[in-house]
């Protein structure tokens, strides 16, 4: 069974730092492309980047610059490194994993930017 766990989520003031994580597991990860969508309140869901399976990136213009995904094949897991972080980066990350014509999500964690 596919499953995708996000971890690292919490609060942080304005200006700060935080990296959420999506382990996979049940997959040849190796060859999966995973992206990262926010879901703030009242909002739809976004997407925010996009990282393929040979490695290549994408972000929406609100947060390039400020944050970076990668991935570890050898641990099954991408990272989502976010920056500067703003207010409206509040919300539930959801990572979203692209497997041949199959289509996997997580169940998101929640990023709190507050003072």
């Known amino acids: 069974q596919v499953q995708l766990v996000e971890s690292g989520g919490g609060l942080v003031q304005p200006g700060g730092s935080l990296t959420v994580s999506c382990a996979a597991s049940?997959?040849?990860?190796?060859?999966?492309?995973v992206d990262w969508h926010r879901q703030g309140p009242g909002k739809q869901r976004e997407l925010v980047a996009r990282?393929?399976?040979?490695?290549?990136?994408n972000y929406t213009d609100s947060v390039k610059g400020r944050f970076t995904v990668s991935r570890d094949n050898t641990k099954n897991t991408v990272y989502l490194q976010m920056n500067s972080l703003k207010p409206e980066d509040a919300a539930t990350y959801y990572c979203?994993?692209?497997?041949?014509?199959?289509?996997?999500w997580g169940k998101g964690t929640l990023v709190t930017v507050s003072s």
């Open positions: 990282i393929t399976s040979f490695g290549a990136t």
């Open positions: 979203n994993l692209h497997y041949g014509t199959l289509d996997y």
């Open positions: 049940g997959i040849i990860f190796n060859i999966a492309s």
